[in-house]
């Protein structure tokens, strides 16, 4: 199946300052990624729709000048964390949507990353 | 958005056949069913998808019944290593994919 990485894989930072995580689409190309967040023992929850070339799009009660995303190109999508809070600690993930390609099985088939755990001090 | 209905956790012992229900009431024409997997600390990873009646994979199989209300992950003689979050999605088209609780699974050794 197509990949996805994030980087970093961790990160622990002081209160106050900013993270930025990187998300990269490796062997296809994507216009829609997905940018997730996931508490301990909890199921991730979708924070925005980050979309090649134009804004991203962010669910309810997700900040969008706290959590700026930059879909700058086809295979790469940033999330940028700042001002970041012991309450911003969680486990990031990114994920792709595949375009142009034959899938045969599914109709709709999104790519994960591996995660980001950011720890905030 | 269809919402999802899944047990919170299932222990199975070592070899035996796992079966995860899903409900699913208020599906709609266009919407599929998605499974995903995912290990502790890991992005979740694609299973199965289906429409209707049974998909199978190297994986898993799918069971959707007629009226597509609910369905039925199998995970064929599991090992250690299923032991995972399993989440049933229902997607319609390309929107967005939203997960519910999951189904903790543990395999018993």
């Known amino acids: 199946g197509a990949v996805v990485s994030q980087h970093p894989s961790w990160v622990i930072c002081k209160s106050g300052t900013s993270v930025k995580i990187e998300c990269r689409s490796l062997?296809?190309?994507?216009?829609?990624m997905f940018w997730y967040r996931q508490f301990p023992k909890q199921s991730l929850m979708l924070m925005a729709t980050?979309?090649?070339?134009?804004?991203?799009?962010?669910e309810q009660g997700v900040e969008k000048d706290k959590f700026l995303i930059n879909h700058a190109s086809l295979t790469l999508s940033t999330l940028t964390v700042t001002s970041a809070h012991p309450e911003d600690s969680s486990f990031y993930i990114c994920?792709?949507?595949?375009?142009?390609?034959?899938?045969?099985?599914?109709?709709?088939?999104?790519?994960f990353g591996p995660g980001t755990r950011l720890t905030v001090l | 958005l269809a919402k999802t209905t899944q047990p919170i956790s299932m222990d199975s012992y070592e070899g035996q056949e796992v079966n995860i229900t899903c409900s699913h009431n208020n599906i709609a024409t266009n919407d599929y069913i998605t499974w995903y997997q995912q290990f502790p600390s890991q992005g979740p990873r694609f299973i199965i998808q289906?429409?209707?009646t049974k998909v199978t994979n190297e994986v898993a199989s799918l069971f959707i019944p007629a009226d597509r209300k609910s369905s039925t992950l199998s995970l064929p003689r599991v090992s250690l290593s299923d032991t995972a979050v399993y989440y049933c999605l229902v997607v319609t088209g390309a929107n967005n994919l939203f997960f519910g609780t999951g189904t903790r699974l543990t395999v018993i050794p």
């Open positions: 289906g429409y209707k």
């Open positions: 994920s792709a949507r595949v375009i142009g390609r034959a899938v045969e099985s599914s109709y709709n088939e999104q790519f």
């Open positions: 062997d296809f190309q994507a216009t829609t």
């Open positions: 980050s979309n090649e070339g134009s804004k991203a799009t962010y």
